[in-house]
Protein backbone atom coordinates (compact mmCIF):
# COMPACT_ATOMS: atom_id res chain seq x y z
CA UNK A 1 0.00 0.00 0.00
CA UNK A 2 1.37 3.31 -0.90
CA UNK A 3 2.47 6.14 1.91
CA UNK A 4 0.01 8.27 0.66
CA UNK A 5 -3.54 6.10 0.81
CA UNK A 6 -1.95 5.08 4.14
CA UNK A 7 -1.66 8.78 5.52
CA UNK A 8 -5.43 9.10 3.92
CA UNK A 9 -6.69 6.37 5.91
CA UNK A 10 -5.44 7.30 8.79
CA UNK A 11 -6.69 10.83 8.49
CA UNK A 12 -10.03 9.36 7.81
CA UNK A 13 -9.99 7.05 11.01
CA UNK A 14 -8.74 10.35 13.06
CA UNK A 15 -11.53 12.59 11.53
CA UNK A 16 -14.27 10.07 12.83
CA UNK A 17 -12.85 8.42 15.85
CA UNK A 18 -11.26 11.45 17.11
CA UNK A 19 -12.82 14.55 15.98
CA UNK A 20 -16.25 12.46 15.71
CA UNK A 21 -17.18 13.82 12.46
CA UNK A 22 -19.77 11.72 10.62
CA UNK A 23 -18.98 9.86 7.64
CA UNK A 24 -20.80 12.86 5.70
CA UNK A 25 -18.88 15.42 6.88
CA UNK A 26 -15.80 13.99 6.68
CA UNK A 27 -17.23 12.54 2.54
CA UNK A 28 -17.77 16.33 2.49
CA UNK A 29 -14.73 17.89 3.71
CA UNK A 30 -11.95 15.88 1.90
CA UNK A 31 -14.04 15.65 -1.58
CA UNK A 32 -15.30 12.15 -1.88
CA UNK A 33 -18.43 10.01 -1.64
CA UNK A 34 -19.81 9.13 1.92
CA UNK A 35 -19.42 5.07 0.57
CA UNK A 36 -16.21 5.39 0.65
CA UNK A 37 -15.69 6.93 3.76
CA UNK A 38 -17.38 3.97 5.22
CA UNK A 39 -14.61 1.82 2.63
CA UNK A 40 -12.10 3.33 3.61
CA UNK A 41 -12.54 2.77 7.79
CA UNK A 42 -13.31 -0.68 7.04
CA UNK A 43 -9.45 -0.74 5.35
CA UNK A 44 -8.18 1.60 8.23
CA UNK A 45 -8.98 -1.54 10.35
CA UNK A 46 -7.85 -4.19 8.15
CA UNK A 47 -4.25 -2.80 7.34
CA UNK A 48 -4.27 -1.93 11.05
CA UNK A 49 -3.75 1.60 11.41
CA UNK A 50 -6.81 1.62 13.67
CA UNK A 51 -7.01 -0.95 16.73
CA UNK A 52 -7.56 1.09 19.87
CA UNK A 53 -5.40 3.98 18.88
CA UNK A 54 -4.94 5.51 15.46
CA UNK A 55 -1.20 4.17 14.60
CA UNK A 56 0.83 5.17 11.35
CA UNK A 57 0.79 8.17 11.55
CA UNK A 58 1.37 10.80 14.65
CA UNK A 59 -1.91 12.48 15.30
CA UNK A 60 -0.65 15.56 16.26
CA UNK A 61 0.24 16.02 12.54
CA UNK A 62 -3.32 16.34 11.99
CA UNK A 63 -4.02 18.44 15.51
CA UNK A 64 -1.61 21.11 13.76
CA UNK A 65 -3.38 20.71 10.67
CA UNK A 66 -6.62 21.55 12.21
CA UNK A 67 -4.69 24.36 14.31
CA UNK A 68 -3.58 26.03 10.87
CA UNK A 69 -7.81 26.00 9.52
CA UNK A 70 -8.93 27.18 12.68
CA UNK A 71 -6.07 30.23 12.59
CA UNK A 72 -6.75 31.12 9.12
CA UNK A 73 -10.18 30.46 8.01
CA UNK A 74 -8.81 28.04 5.59
CA UNK A 75 -11.05 25.03 3.48
CA UNK A 76 -7.86 22.55 3.71
CA UNK A 77 -5.29 21.99 5.07
CA UNK A 78 -2.44 19.16 3.46
CA UNK A 79 0.81 18.34 6.04
CA UNK A 80 3.93 16.25 5.52
CA UNK A 81 5.65 14.85 8.28
CA UNK A 82 9.28 16.17 9.13
CA UNK A 83 11.87 14.38 9.52
CA UNK A 84 14.93 16.35 11.09
CA UNK A 85 17.49 13.93 9.19
CA UNK A 86 16.05 14.90 5.80
CA UNK A 87 17.48 16.89 2.80
CA UNK A 88 15.87 19.51 1.46
CA UNK A 89 15.13 17.32 -1.56
CA UNK A 90 14.04 14.65 0.26
CA UNK A 91 11.94 17.12 2.08
CA UNK A 92 10.36 18.52 -1.06
CA UNK A 93 9.83 14.90 -3.60
CA UNK A 94 7.39 14.43 -0.25
CA UNK A 95 5.50 17.40 -0.59
CA UNK A 96 5.36 17.09 -4.34
CA UNK A 97 4.02 13.38 -3.76
CA UNK A 98 1.53 14.36 -0.92
CA UNK A 99 0.49 17.75 -3.23
CA UNK A 100 -0.14 15.27 -6.31
CA UNK A 101 -2.30 13.02 -4.01
CA UNK A 102 -4.38 15.61 -2.52
CA UNK A 103 -5.63 17.49 -5.73
CA UNK A 104 -6.82 14.14 -7.55
CA UNK A 105 -9.05 13.75 -5.03
CA UNK A 106 -10.14 17.08 -5.97
CA UNK A 107 -10.24 16.69 -9.91
CA UNK A 108 -13.61 15.96 -11.21
CA UNK A 109 -15.30 16.13 -14.62
CA UNK A 110 -16.71 20.04 -15.86
CA UNK A 111 -13.82 21.55 -13.73
CA UNK A 112 -11.74 24.19 -15.22
CA UNK A 113 -8.70 24.37 -13.41
CA UNK A 114 -5.86 26.76 -13.73
CA UNK A 115 -1.95 26.46 -12.98
CA UNK A 116 0.97 29.26 -11.92
CA UNK A 117 4.17 27.11 -11.96
CA UNK A 118 7.39 27.07 -10.34
CA UNK A 119 9.09 23.43 -9.12
CA UNK A 120 6.86 23.04 -6.11
CA UNK A 121 3.53 23.05 -9.07
CA UNK A 122 5.60 21.60 -11.68
CA UNK A 123 6.60 18.34 -8.95
CA UNK A 124 3.21 18.22 -7.87
CA UNK A 125 1.38 17.74 -11.44
CA UNK A 126 4.17 15.28 -12.34
CA UNK A 127 2.90 13.55 -9.48
CA UNK A 128 -0.67 13.46 -10.48
CA UNK A 129 -1.47 9.95 -11.97
CA UNK A 130 -3.90 10.05 -14.88
CA UNK A 131 -7.42 10.05 -13.84
CA UNK A 132 -10.05 10.01 -16.44
CA UNK A 133 -12.25 12.74 -16.45
CA UNK A 134 -15.23 14.63 -18.72
CA UNK A 135 -14.93 18.66 -20.01
CA UNK A 136 -12.13 19.05 -18.08
CA UNK A 137 -9.97 22.53 -19.25
CA UNK A 138 -6.33 23.19 -18.10
CA UNK A 139 -5.33 26.94 -18.27
CA UNK A 140 -2.06 29.05 -17.64
CA UNK A 141 -3.15 31.87 -14.49
CA UNK A 142 0.27 33.82 -15.44
CA UNK A 143 2.70 34.86 -18.29
CA UNK A 144 5.67 32.28 -19.27
CA UNK A 145 9.27 32.59 -18.12
CA UNK A 146 12.11 33.91 -20.03
CA UNK A 147 13.85 31.74 -22.48
CA UNK A 148 16.73 30.96 -19.75
CA UNK A 149 14.29 29.29 -16.99
CA UNK A 150 11.77 27.41 -19.35
CA UNK A 151 12.13 24.42 -16.97
CA UNK A 152 8.43 24.29 -15.35
CA UNK A 153 6.77 26.74 -18.33
CA UNK A 154 3.72 27.18 -17.55
CA UNK A 155 2.46 25.86 -20.67
CA UNK A 156 4.64 22.80 -20.14
CA UNK A 157 2.23 22.25 -16.71
CA UNK A 158 -0.95 23.10 -18.39
CA UNK A 159 -0.54 20.16 -21.35
CA UNK A 160 0.72 17.71 -18.59
CA UNK A 161 -2.03 17.92 -16.66
CA UNK A 162 -4.53 18.25 -19.33
CA UNK A 163 -3.21 15.26 -21.06
CA UNK A 164 -3.09 12.95 -17.41
CA UNK A 165 -7.03 14.30 -16.98
CA UNK A 166 -8.15 13.64 -20.84
CA UNK A 167 -8.87 17.38 -21.06
CA UNK A 168 -8.55 20.50 -23.14
CA UNK A 169 -5.85 22.87 -22.59
CA UNK A 170 -4.89 26.35 -23.33
CA UNK A 171 -1.61 27.97 -23.45
CA UNK A 172 -0.64 31.70 -23.04
CA UNK A 173 1.88 33.46 -25.42
CA UNK A 174 3.38 36.22 -23.78
CA UNK A 175 6.27 36.36 -20.82
CA UNK A 176 4.98 37.06 -17.69
CA UNK A 177 6.64 40.65 -17.10
CA UNK A 178 6.37 43.37 -20.02
CA UNK A 179 8.95 45.76 -21.00
CA UNK A 180 6.46 48.67 -20.41
CA UNK A 181 2.70 48.83 -18.99
CA UNK A 182 1.30 49.67 -22.33
CA UNK A 183 2.40 46.17 -23.85
CA UNK A 184 0.96 44.56 -20.96
CA UNK A 185 -1.95 46.09 -21.45
CA UNK A 186 -2.30 45.36 -25.39
CA UNK A 187 -1.93 42.10 -24.44
CA UNK A 188 -5.11 42.10 -21.66
CA UNK A 189 -7.19 43.97 -24.27
CA UNK A 190 -6.00 41.49 -27.39
CA UNK A 191 -8.42 39.68 -28.86
CA UNK A 192 -6.09 36.45 -28.67
CA UNK A 193 -6.46 37.07 -24.75
CA UNK A 194 -9.92 37.33 -24.67
CA UNK A 195 -10.63 33.75 -24.22
CA UNK A 196 -8.20 32.93 -21.15
CA UNK A 197 -9.62 35.72 -19.63
CA UNK A 198 -13.28 33.97 -19.59
CA UNK A 199 -11.70 31.11 -18.74
CA UNK A 200 -10.40 32.84 -15.43
CA UNK A 201 -13.97 34.10 -14.46
CA UNK A 202 -14.84 30.32 -14.38
CA UNK A 203 -12.25 29.36 -12.54
CA UNK A 204 -13.02 25.97 -10.22
CA UNK A 205 -9.50 25.12 -8.54
CA UNK A 206 -6.74 26.86 -9.27
CA UNK A 207 -2.95 26.00 -8.18
CA UNK A 208 0.02 28.46 -7.25
CA UNK A 209 3.07 28.41 -5.76
CA UNK A 210 4.46 31.19 -3.45
CA UNK A 211 7.97 33.02 -4.36
CA UNK A 212 9.78 33.94 -0.83
CA UNK A 213 11.61 37.20 0.00
CA UNK A 214 13.36 39.16 -2.52
CA UNK A 215 16.51 37.58 -1.36
CA UNK A 216 14.99 34.05 -2.43
CA UNK A 217 17.05 32.92 -5.24
CA UNK A 218 15.53 29.77 -6.11
CA UNK A 219 12.75 31.72 -8.12
CA UNK A 220 12.53 30.38 -11.88
CA UNK A 221 11.25 33.86 -13.16
CA UNK A 222 12.98 36.90 -11.76
CA UNK A 223 15.34 36.93 -13.73
CA UNK A 224 12.82 39.11 -15.56
CA UNK A 225 12.74 42.04 -13.52
CA UNK A 226 15.37 44.71 -13.92
CA UNK A 227 17.36 46.89 -10.97
CA UNK A 228 14.92 49.56 -10.92
CA UNK A 229 11.92 46.54 -10.10
CA UNK A 230 13.99 45.46 -7.38
CA UNK A 231 14.74 48.80 -5.82
CA UNK A 232 11.42 49.84 -6.11
CA UNK A 233 10.07 46.07 -4.57
CA UNK A 234 12.65 46.53 -2.02
CA UNK A 235 11.56 50.37 -0.92
CA UNK A 236 7.69 48.95 -1.00
CA UNK A 237 8.62 46.12 1.39
CA UNK A 238 7.77 43.18 -1.17
CA UNK A 239 7.88 40.21 1.21
CA UNK A 240 7.00 37.57 -1.51
CA UNK A 241 4.65 36.90 -4.59
CA UNK A 242 1.97 34.57 -5.63
CA UNK A 243 0.96 34.44 -9.71
CA UNK A 244 3.89 36.76 -9.89
CA UNK A 245 2.01 38.95 -8.09
CA UNK A 246 4.33 41.22 -5.04
CA UNK A 247 2.86 41.55 -1.72
CA UNK A 248 3.79 43.10 1.48
CA UNK A 249 3.92 42.34 5.00
CA UNK A 250 0.30 42.79 5.28
CA UNK A 251 -1.22 40.70 2.56
CA UNK A 252 -1.81 44.58 0.50
CA UNK A 253 -0.96 43.73 -3.53
CA UNK A 254 2.18 46.13 -4.29
CA UNK A 255 0.36 47.84 -7.89
CA UNK A 256 3.68 49.48 -8.86
CA UNK A 257 5.38 49.91 -12.20
CA UNK A 258 6.20 45.81 -12.09
CA UNK A 259 2.50 45.03 -11.17
CA UNK A 260 1.34 46.91 -14.35
CA UNK A 261 3.60 44.87 -16.46
CA UNK A 262 2.78 41.54 -15.29
CA UNK A 263 0.53 39.18 -17.21
CA UNK A 264 -1.61 36.96 -14.87
CA UNK A 265 -4.36 36.72 -12.31
CA UNK A 266 -4.39 39.57 -9.55
CA UNK A 267 -4.61 38.27 -5.89
CA UNK A 268 -8.04 39.58 -5.61
CA UNK A 269 -9.36 37.17 -8.75
CA UNK A 270 -7.53 34.54 -6.44
CA UNK A 271 -9.23 35.32 -3.67
CA UNK A 272 -12.94 34.84 -5.64
CA UNK A 273 -11.30 31.14 -7.05
CA UNK A 274 -13.72 28.68 -5.33
CA UNK A 275 -10.27 26.33 -4.56
CA UNK A 276 -7.24 28.23 -4.37
CA UNK A 277 -4.60 26.08 -3.23
CA UNK A 278 -1.10 26.99 -2.41
CA UNK A 279 1.86 24.54 -2.62
CA UNK A 280 5.43 25.65 -0.70
CA UNK A 281 7.64 24.82 2.00
CA UNK A 282 10.92 25.61 3.62
CA UNK A 283 11.52 28.12 6.86
CA UNK A 284 12.59 31.15 4.77
CA UNK A 285 9.23 31.44 3.00
CA UNK A 286 6.42 30.87 5.92
CA UNK A 287 6.78 34.99 6.34
CA UNK A 288 5.99 35.12 2.75
CA UNK A 289 3.05 32.52 3.12
CA UNK A 290 1.53 34.31 6.30
CA UNK A 291 0.10 37.42 4.36
CA UNK A 292 -1.13 35.21 1.75
CA UNK A 293 -3.00 33.11 4.71
CA UNK A 294 -4.19 36.23 6.64
CA UNK A 295 -5.91 37.89 3.45
CA UNK A 296 -7.70 34.85 3.23
CA UNK A 297 -6.01 34.32 -0.68
CA UNK A 298 -5.85 31.19 -0.36
CA UNK A 299 -8.19 28.59 1.26
CA UNK A 300 -6.07 25.41 0.93
CA UNK A 301 -2.45 25.40 1.71
CA UNK A 302 -0.70 22.26 0.93
CA UNK A 303 3.26 22.45 3.34
CA UNK A 304 5.09 20.27 5.77
CA UNK A 305 5.44 20.21 9.40
CA UNK A 306 8.01 22.60 10.02
CA UNK A 307 6.54 25.25 7.54
CA UNK A 308 2.59 25.10 9.21
CA UNK A 309 4.71 25.35 12.95
CA UNK A 310 6.98 28.41 11.63
CA UNK A 311 3.90 29.95 9.98
CA UNK A 312 1.63 29.61 13.34
CA UNK A 313 4.70 30.63 15.48
CA UNK A 314 4.96 34.04 13.14
CA UNK A 315 1.22 34.50 13.07
CA UNK A 316 1.09 34.48 17.00
CA UNK A 317 3.99 36.95 17.25
CA UNK A 318 2.01 39.58 14.92
Same mark, same amino acid.
Given at each position: ????????????????????????????EL?????? *????????????????????????? @????? =???????? #?????? /? #???????????????AA?????????????? *??????????????????? =???????? /??????????????????????????????? @???????????????? +? @??????????????RL?????????????????????????????????????????? @???????????????? #? +??????????? /????????????????? /????????????????????????????
Amino acid at each position: MKEDKKKLLAKVAYMYYEQELTQAQIAKELAIYRTT *VSRMLSQAKAAGIVEIKINHFDPSL @FELEE =QMKQAFGL #TAVELV /P #TENDSSEEIKEERLAAAAGAWLRRQLSDDMV *VGLSWGASVGKAVSKIEPK =QLANVSVV /PVVGGPSHINSRYHVNTLVYELARKLNGNSL @FVNATVIQETKALAEG +I @FNSKYFHELKEYWKRLDLVIVGIGGPLSYHKSQWRDLLSAADYQELKLREAVGDCCCR @FYDSYGKELNGGVNQR #T +IGLSLTELADV /PQSVGIARGISKARSIV /PLLKKGYLKTVITDQETAQEILRLNQRK
